[in-house]
């Protein structure tokens, strides 16, 4: 491998640790601001805002990387360099692989631990007749949750005491509630947040953003024609059983610790029968300022460019 080239990527490595670490302070002072100033609870109708601001530590090293430090880089660094990282470099590097390493097989064994428990699920499942575009089946263990399970192919499974215990209406709520996770890719979601979990940092975060997936998931089944009422006592009657639920990537009817969550979603379900509030169009204006910020640094290539090399001198030197 050329000098070039060990140097393209000693130094691309180093962008990306120390914008891991950018990230990570990023996302703490964003969630202590905002329950600073009492907005926090606001969120709670928003998910893509929480989940965006929770993934920085994913979304700017890889961002920073891909879009400024690696193209500035092999415009304008000449090819025969003989410059050799130093040692800071080295270490940046080494860091940045140890975080991408961990991150990699943490993000494989949420997935691995949610396909061996759907095989021991399904060996004891029964398919129902549904006419759900996603298959729904019954579970005989563990019998008392309500859950979607995968991400490309992804199945229903609802335990047979909830399902004894529902009403054709609810139960068709709860189908749909689970539904509208999976539109949403919820539980490739979760497994990027298990993933980049760093021990309890960003569990305050992280509650919040399932309990606003939750509520989305209930306005998505609201709008499709589910009635809140319906929706409203499945839930109640999935909550008495309080059974513990499995450590895997997927998303729950009622997840574990929901206390004054569960309560906000009644009360907000309750507002949606009574027509008090609108669904949220966050996703909207989630693709707008996408779209502004693609604009800008299209706009500003030959700028942000020339910015990312004079950072990646600073780090070379």
């Not at 329950?35 to 601001?53: A, K, S, V």
């Not at 990282?85 to 692989?97: K, Q, R, V």
């Not at 779209?291 to 942000?304: D, T």
Request: with cysteine; hydrophobic share 50%; glycine share 4%.
């Amino acid at each position: 491998m050329s000098e070039f080239a060990i140097l393209c990527i000693a130094v691309c490595l180093s962008a990306a640790a120390l914008s891991i670490v950018a990230g990570v302070v990023a996302v703490h002072l964003s969630w202590m601001c905002l329950c600073r100033i009492g907005l926090q609870r606001c969120l709670q109708r928003h998910p893509d805002l929480l989940f965006f601001i929770r993934t920085l530590p994913l979304s700017v090293p890889a961002s920073l990387v891909l879009f400024a430090v690696l193209p500035s880089f092999l415009i304008m660094e000449p090819r025969e360099t003989t410059e050799k990282p130093e040692w800071l470099l080295l270490g940046l590097a080494a860091f940045s692989l140890m975080g991408v390493g961990v991150f990699v097989l943490k993000f494989a064994g949420a997935f691995r631990d949610t396909r061996r428990a759907q095989r021991e699920w399904m060996q004891s499942a029964r398919r129902l007749d549904s006419p759900a575009a996603i298959p729904i089946y019954e579970l005989q263990n563990p019998d008392s949750l309500v859950a979607v399970v995968g991400t490309v192919s992804p199945r229903i499974f609802i335990g047979k005491r909830i399902l004894s215990s529902l009403t054709p209406e609810e139960l068709q709520a709860a189908v749909a509630h689970e539904i509208a996770h999976v539109h949403s890719l919820d539980n490739l979601k979760q497994a990027l947040l298990r993933a980049s979990r760093i021990f309890s940092l960003f569990a305050p975060i992280d509650r919040a953003f399932r309990s606003a997936a939750e509520i989305s998931a209930d306005e998505r089944a609201v709008q499709s024609l589910i009635s809140p009422l319906d929706l409203g006592s499945a839930i109640v009657k999935v909550a008495r059983f309080k059974a513990p639920l499995p450590s895997i990537s997927a998303s729950h009817l009622v997840p574990e610790s929901q206390g004054a969550a569960l309560q906000l979603r009644i009360n907000h379900l309750q507002a949606l029968l009574n027509e008090e509030t609108n669904p949220s169009g966050a996703g909207k204006y989630g693709w707008i300022v996408a779209s502004m910020l693609v604009i800008v640094y299209l706009a500003k290539l030959q700028f942000w460019l020339l910015l990312a090399h004079k950072f990646t001198e600073v780090l070379v030197r």
